[in-house]
């Protein structure tokens, strides 16, 4: 008798254990996947700015497209939330042929893509896939 009740305590530790471990594997699966639905897109910034006062542009990023070349002011800032791994453009040309043309791309605030370029040359593409 006393050695069944032993092995029934060893089969209920076991069983324990097992419970245990299934239970911290789902919690720690679950956090993972919140995790990365957290992180499923990007706060992304583009900018560009020109000496002559405005550029015109192109832009593709997520959801927003600007697929026809559009004269804006300078400086021009466009913020838009982007999912990750889509692939973005920015492309800017002075029509002044002067000075600098610059267009950057920002994401989470951090600094990520930036080309600047003088007279004669008019135009700066930034581009890439989001991390």
């Known amino acids: 008798m006393s050695n069944q ?7 209920v530790r076991q069983v324990a254990f097992i419970l245990v471990f299934v239970l911290v594997a789902v919690a720690g ?4 996947l919140s995790k990365k639905s957290v992180t499923s897109s990007h706060l992304v910034q583009f900018h560009v700015d020109a000496s002559g006062g405005y550029a015109i542009i192109t832009l593709q ?16 800032n ?15 040309s002075n029509p002044t042929h002067t000075g600098t043309l610059t267009c ?7 600094s990520w893509q930036k080309e600047i370029t003088g007279a ?3 135009g700066v ?4 896939i989001i991390p």
């Not at 009740?5 to 089969?11: D, G, L, T, V």
């Not at 593409?125 to 890439?128: L, P, V």
């Open 104 to 110: 950057s791309i920002v994401i989470n605030n951090n």
């Open 5 to 11: 009740r032993a092995n029934n305590s060893e089969i």
């Open 29 to 32: 699966i679950f956090f993972l």
């Open 78 to 92: 466009r913020t838009i939330s982007v999912p990750k791994g889509s692939e973005v453009y920015l492309t800017a």
């Open 125 to 128: 593409a930034c581009a890439g």
């Open 61 to 76: 990023a997520g959801n927003v497209s600007i697929s026809k070349p559009t004269r804006v002011t300078t400086p021009w």
């Open 120 to 122: 004669p040359k008019d």
